[in-house]
């Protein structure tokens, strides 16, 4: 069942937030991970490894998108998967997406990341991937996120570090061939300053490197462009930027894009 609640105003140091942004693109960024499932595969898998769920747990995916990261959880947990994101465009067919999916309990919400729309201290686990560069306010997330985290829970972010070749994509290639642009915040010393003011502590702080992988270089392409709304590239620009920013590699058993985010595994101070 998925769930709307009101949505927070825009935050007038930031008008264009991760709601704005996604009522435009979020269908056609669902569509890309629709089209192409497996893509991010070892991305959603290292985010597990990291999160490493316990039978029974609760887990909140916040911003969740689509509910792609749930396909990949253990099947055999029977944890209880809260998704959370602003944004109804990923939603639209959730109902006919839901059938044939992992058996774990789920509940959807539309809902803001500063107000999730549960209890103080429901969730054992909290996992976010790549969701938090365009929050309109980074400190009321963190804060948002220990309400509902349980004393002994556990905070997983995956995000583009800064300076980083994913950062170089996204704000210089993407930002140039997006009409809307892209300018987003990552990972940095303020970034980590700002969950320490959430009392969250970090136990874990590294880079992760992993590929994201498609039969060949024009599914990588049609991809890149549904994902991040390339609409002033076509398809040899799009081949051209990646292979200048990220790099990729092509053989006969398909192709390998580079990716790679920070990893910071943090827990509520006690």
Not at 128 to 146: C, K, N, W, Y
Not at 172 to 180: C, E, R, S
Not at 227 to 242: H, N, P, Q, S, T
Request: charged share 25%; net charge negative.
């Amino acid at each position: 069942m998925v769930f709307e609640v009101n949505h927070a105003a825009a935050s007038p140091r930031n008008p264009e937030g991760y709601e704005s942004i996604f009522a435009r693109r979020g269908r056609e960024y669902n569509h890309a991970m629709t089209q192409y499932p497996r893509a991010r595969a070892e991305e959603f898998l290292a985010a597990i490894n990291a999160l490493n769920p316990v039978s029974g747990e609760t887990i909140i995916d916040a911003p969740a998108g689509g509910g792609y990261l749930a396909n990949f959880l253990p099947r055999e947990h029977g944890l209880g998967i809260i998704e959370v994101d602003p944004a109804v465009e990923f939603r639209q067919d959730q109902g006919a997406r839901k059938k044939g999916r992992h058996p774990n309990d789920s509940r959807v919400y539309i809902a803001p990341l500063t107000n999730i729309p549960v209890n103080d201290n429901t969730a054992d686990a909290l996992v976010t991937i790549a969701g938090l560069h365009h929050a309109q306010s980074l400190g009321d997330v963190f804060s948002e996120f220990a309400r509902v985290l349980k004393p002994a829970g556990r905070l997983v972010i995956l995000e583009v570090e800064t300076g980083s070749a994913v950062d170089r994509f996204l704000n210089g290639f993407v930002d140039a061939k997006n009409p809307d642009g892209h300018q987003g915040r990552f990972v940095d010393d303020g970034f980590r300053a700002e969950l320490a003011e959430a009392e969250f502590t970090i136990t874990e702080d590294r880079a992760l490197k992993y590929h994201w992988n498609f039969s060949d270089r024009t599914a990588m392409s049609r991809f890149a462009s549904l994902m991040f709304g390339l609409d002033l590239a076509d398809y040899k620009e799009i081949v051209d930027g990646i292979s200048e920013t990220l790099g990729f590699e092509e053989n006969e058993i398909g192709c390998r894009m580079n990716w790679g985010l920070r990893l910071l595994c943090a827990k509520p101070a006690s």
